[in-house]
Every structure is written in C-alpha cells, then in structure tokens.
C-alpha cells in the first residue's frame, strides 16, 4: 500500500502557505503601499529566521562570494518578485494574481530548455507544469479568468514575478551546502538591507494608520508564508533541484 511520505505533506505545506499569502497580501497593501508592505514583511521573516538560526546555534553564511550569490536569489525570490507582485495586486484580484503566478513552472521549464540548454526537452515535464496551471484555476474558479485584458500592466507585473520565480528555483541550486536555514536568513538580510532604506524615503510609513487587520496580514505574511515557507522551500530546492523536488516527493526515487 502507499504511504504518503513526509516530503509530501510538506509540498501541500508549502503549496497552503504561498497560496494564502495572495489573499494576505490583498488584504494588507490596500492600506499599506507596496514597498512598505514588502519591506515590514522580509523584515520580519529575517528577525524570525534569525532568532530560528539562533536557537539552532547554526551561523549565518561567510564569504564574499556567497553573499554576493544571496543578493542574486534575493532579487529573485523575494524582494524583486514580491514588490512587483504587491504592486500588481492592487488591481488585480488575489484569485488572478494566483492564477497568473502559477505559470512558474512552465517559465522553469522553458529557461531550462531553451536558455541554460541544460534539460532535455520532455513534453511529459511541460505537460505537468500546464496541468498545475489549470489546477490553480479550477481551484480558484473559472470566473477568475474574466479579468484578463482588463489591467495589463498589473497583469504583466504578475507574470513577471512568476519568470523571477523560475529564476530563483533555478539559481537556488547553488546553495546545496549551504543549508536551507542560512540561505533563507541570507535572502531575508539581503532584502531588508534594500527595502527598508527605500520604504523610509519613498513611502514615509510612520505618516500610515494600517487597521488590525492589515497589520496580522502583515505579521501572517512575514512568519507563516515566508519565513516557514522559505525553510521548506530551499530544503527541497537545494536537495534536488526545480525539477527534481517534486517528483522525488510525490513517486520517490527514480532510477536511472
């Protein structure tokens, strides 16, 4: 008989955990402008991973040359993405932005292919990822899909955080030896250290009067679905790559 393993259990995890933050996110940048937004919620995810690093009693990543490759998956994983998918939210509803943000995987297979010329071409690999895609829409509704055309550019802002998305799955390779707690830490550190500074001189957040509810938005954000979400993510991510992760977690192994 099957059993469903533990790297399953958490795919889904992971799967709750970023699907929810569209909703979170909707709730919180109609109060709190993008980059404000963005800012408060890698900064907490950072303070939470580090106070996680510390109980640990791991440390933080040494080197040049590694901080410089955090700053790369930081723009693509976190402070890049997530600002332009903030901004475009807040003209297109959370269930479209999800929609448009799941053609992830096809952009991985795609870049792998087509750019890195480092993956064979398999149809089955780009059929799974067309499939996912139209998971996501009947989960959310077929009706979500009336609002194509409508805001374009905050559509296209969207489908560009999902190709930054295929980015870092793809350079989040690098960091096998690093270990899934530190590159996280690393990624956060990084995207406080640019977005705090610009959130203070161009949004001037002390003059904002956020409600509760868009301050536990907020909070949700920056603890469940990016600090967690990060650590489960770059486990998979650094243990077998894009491809690898997904299909080892639901079928096992597969031989060669």
Known sequence: MYKINADILLLALLAMLWGSSYIFIRI??????????????????GLFLLFVLWLKGESLPRGKRIWRMLLVQSFLNSFGAWTVLAWGQQYVSAGLASVLNSVSPVFVYLISVFVLRNAPVEQRKLLGAL?????VVLIVGIDVLAGLG??????LACLAGALMYAGAALYGRRFAKTGALATACGTMIWASAVLVPLALIVD?????????????????????????????????CTASGPWGWPAKAIFGPVSA
Do not use: K, M, N
């Not at 919180?28 to 995810?45: K, N, Q």
């Not at 499939?131 to 998971?135: E, K, L, M, S, V």
């Not at 949700?220 to 489960?232: G, K, M, N, P, Q």
């Open 131 to 135: 499939i996912g895609c139209f998971g």
């Open 204 to 236: 001037r957040p002390w003059l904002l009067h956020p409600s509760p509810s868009a301050i536990a938005a907020i909070l949700v954000l920056s603890v469940f679905c990016t600090a967690v979400a990060l650590l489960i993510y770059f486990r998979f």
């Open 150 to 155: 409508r805001q374009v550019v905050a559509q």
């Open 28 to 45: 919180a940048v109609t109060e709190i402008p993008p980059l404000t937004l963005i800012a408060c919620r890698v900064t907490g995810a």
